[in-house]
């Protein structure tokens, strides 16, 4: 089983800027995924295990970038210009698949979340 630890959550203000981190126990393809009360859990990028192909969802392309340090088996999420409805937990996850990957069932293993709180 993958291990995945996140971090660098917390409350910023609507415009503001946050980088979450998570850290593998291994290289695989990852993607992190949020997901608000009342919502499902969102998929938000992907990464594969190169760091040679990404991709974003409509709601965060341009504002969101997904990278990773191979050396450090860490992914990040630079998360810009942050609005209210950002507000969720984030999670990533690790694939088995090669590529990339952007539906929630073809990921096998989770972090335990972190708050992002936007305020306005």
């Known amino acids: 089983q993958v291990q995945l630890v996140e971090s660098g959550g917390g409350l910023v203000q609507a415009g503001g800027s946050l980088r979450l981190s998570c850290a593998a126990s291994?290289?695989?393809?990852m993607g992190w995924f949020r997901q608000a009360p009342t919502n499902g859990r969102e998929f938000l990028a992907t990464?594969?295990?190169?760091?040679?192909?990404?991709y974003y969802a409509d709601s965060v392309k341009g504002r969101f970038t997904i990278s990773r340090d191979n050396a450090k088996n860490t992914v990040y999420l630079q998360m810009n210009t942050l609005k209210p409805e950002d507000t969720a937990v984030y999670y990533c996850?690790?694939?088995?698949?090669?590529?990339?990957?952007?539906?929630?069932?073809?990921?096998?293993?989770w972090g335990q979340g972190t708050q992002v709180t936007v305020s306005s």
């Open positions: 996850a690790a694939s088995g698949l090669p590529g990339i990957a952007t539906i929630r069932n073809e990921y096998d293993d």
């Open positions: 990464v594969s295990s190169s760091g040679g192909s990404t």
């Open positions: 291994g290289r695989y393809t």
